[in-house]
């Protein structure tokens, strides 16, 4: 029997990750956990109850209803991959919008929402044969993962991506909103005191500035072929 294997995949906001992850996973019969979309949800949480982190006092307030909250990815067949319900309500659309992009930076710096969410996805891997990507899952989640991946592109190209996607749900955007909005994420992402963005030291560099989807997913899919097999 084929050896399963762990794979993070990390890099900035809008590099593609999660759509390669979910195809990776796809090609291979693994799990595929989107991390970026947990961090998401307690977002949307902490914007429903007047909680965001400006001042310690949200930090706080965030802090004290963590235990309010329940995660889970819920597959759903007609998709082809899994939507992320927050208290047992769907909120896979609402989570992608620009509005909450502008905050999520922000909770993910807090260190208890990191532990929490951490721990969470830590024991959806224990059974490897899983794809998980997100901004520290080579360096802190699964340290050991088998295959590290960290995904950049430079700003322009990516706040493009994420400009046509946001234009294509129909949501009333500009570009120059959505590259202020990721030049901004990079910089909270990076500079945070508790578990920065940064490339593991073993993990392969990918820069995808001038791939298509195809080009990229062939490639990592070699990878992760490779590695595998040496498994």
Not at 153 to 178: I, N, Q
Request: include cysteine; proline fraction near 2%.
């Amino acid at each position: 029997m084929e050896k399963k294997i762990t794979i993070a995949i990390d890099g900035y906001s809008s590099t593609g990750k999660s759509t390669i992850a979910k195809q990776l996973a796809t090609a291979l019969g693994y799990v595929y956990v989107d991390t970026g979309a947990m961090y998401r949800a307690v977002t949307l949480f902490a914007l429903r109850n007047g909680s965001i982190a400006d001042t310690d006092e949200d930090v706080d307030n965030i802090v004290s209803l963590l235990s309010e909250i329940r995660l889970k990815f819920v597959p759903n067949s007609s998709l082809g991959y899994c939507e992320m319900y927050l208290n047992d309500e769907n909120v896979e659309a609402e989570i992608r919008t620009l509005h909450v992009s502008q905050f999520v930076s922000k909770v993910a710096a807090i260190e208890a929402v990191r532990v929490k969410l951490v721990e969470l996805q830590q024991a959806m891997g224990r059974e490897k044969g899983i794809v998980m990507d997100g901004r520290d899952i080579g360096t802190v989640v699964f340290p050991d993962a088998e295959l590290k991946i960290f995904m950049t592109a430079s700003p322009e190209k990516r706040a493009y991506r994420r400009y046509k996607e946001l234009l294509d749900r129909g949501d009333k955007v500009t570009y120059e909103e959505v590259l202020k909005n990721v030049e901004h994420r990079d910089y909270i992402d990076t500079n945070r005191e508790f578990s920065p963005l940064r490339k593991a030291e073993d993990a392969i560099a990918f820069d995808n500035s001038d791939m298509g989807l195809k080009e990229q997913f062939e490639r990592i899919l070699s990878y992760s072929q490779r590695v595998i097999a040496r498994a």
